[in-house]
């Protein structure tokens, strides 16, 4: 019987530890991040397709004059993007470089020279989390998707210190698509058949 009682106090210190554990782990994190079920692609076009980014601020996050999130190797898009009003979009193959992430340190995601585009907040009035951001567009020749990341800079509420994110969301694939490796095999085939009437 005092075996039995030892066992069940010894049980429940232990659950009591791992539930404080757990609690005091690591503070709640806010950040921009790609909406679920996004992006959509539409298309094509004239041969364009149409990529449509639902960004939302979670959690108690804001978003302040010059905060941002970048969305790695989406290549030159074929039109100017779109963006909701307030946000400017500038393009760079290679930055940003890194990301700050508070209690985890500098993450530097893995990319290509394919253009990352950067969409940055211009407006006066600051966004407060949890909000929908708007719909951000780009377009590209290319409708299959891959996986890359997507960071993000907002400001957290309670502290005012800026705060980074990573995560992944879908762009264009870098790989040509099955029309065009077809074309590209008809191509080959056209260059053999000359080559071999030369000889």
Request: charged share 10%; proline share 9%.
């Amino acid at each position: 019987m005092k075996q039995n009682s030892l066992t069940r106090k010894l049980g429940l210190s232990a659950l009591a530890a791992v539930a404080a554990v757990a609690l005091s782990a690591a503070p709640a994190r806010a950040d921009i991040v790609p909406a679920n079920a996004t992006p959509t692609v539409s298309g094509p076009v004239g041969g364009v397709f149409t990529w449509t980014y639902a960004v939302e601020v979670t959690g108690t996050q804001t978003v302040n004059t010059g905060d941002f999130f970048t969305i790695y190797d989406f290549g030159p898009s074929v039109n100017a993007p779109g963006t909701p009003a307030n946000w400017t979009a500038s393009s760079d193959p290679l930055n940003p470089t890194t990301v700050t992430i508070p209690n985890i340190g500098v993450v530097t995601p893995t990319q290509t020279a394919a253009l990352n585009w950067t969409f940055t907040y211009t407006g006066a009035a600051p966004i407060v989390g949890p909000a929908a951001l708007g719909n951000f567009v780009l377009t590209s020749t290319v409708g299959t998707s891959q996986v890359v990341p997507f960071t993000g800079r907002g400001t957290d509420t309670s502290s005012g210190l800026k705060n980074g994110n990573i995560t992944n969301t879908n762009a264009p694939s870098q790989v040509p698509e099955p029309a065009s490796m077809t074309l590209l095999g008809t191509g080959l085939l056209g260059v053999v058949r000359s080559l071999r009437r030369k000889k």
